[in-house]
């Protein structure tokens, strides 16, 4: 059973940048042909897609993000890495990650999940 696990700071101030860590346990992030993805959701909005890494290290953004976000990955500790810069209070969302098994920019194709961490933007 494939199991993720958000970690990071909950509390970033304006202008600066958001890392959160996806550590991965019960599978590889290199195994063919998955792709891990970080996803967020606004208060009493929609799950909104950010981005995604693939077993291969390509990666993947949204157009409306990709200016600010980049996805990184570390396999010697199965992990991959979040980083969206400049943010401010509309940053302040639960992040999840996830995995889904091909391509997809779909929150509800990705079959597992994190339990997602809030992050608070805030000086």
């Known amino acids: 059973q494939v199991q993720l696990q958000e970690s990071g700071p909950g509390l970033v101030k304006p202008s600066q940048t958001l890392s959160l860590t996806c550590t991965v346990s019960?599978?590889?992030?290199?195994?063919?042909?998955?792709?891990w993805g970080w996803i967020r959701q606004p208060p009493g909005k929609g799950l909104e897609w950010m981005g995604a890494i693939a077993y291969s290290g390509s990666t993947y953004y949204s157009p409306s993000l990709k200016s600010r976000t980049s996805i990184s990955r570390d396999t010697s500790k199965n992990q991959f890495t979040l980083q969206l810069s400049s943010v401010t209070p509309e940053d302040t969302v639960v992040y999840y990650c996830a995995r889904v098994s091909y391509y997809s920019d779909q929150p509800n194709e990705y079959d597992y999940w994190g339990q997602g961490t809030q992050v608070t933007v805030s000086s």
């Open positions: 019960g599978g590889s992030i290199t195994t063919n042909y998955y792709y």
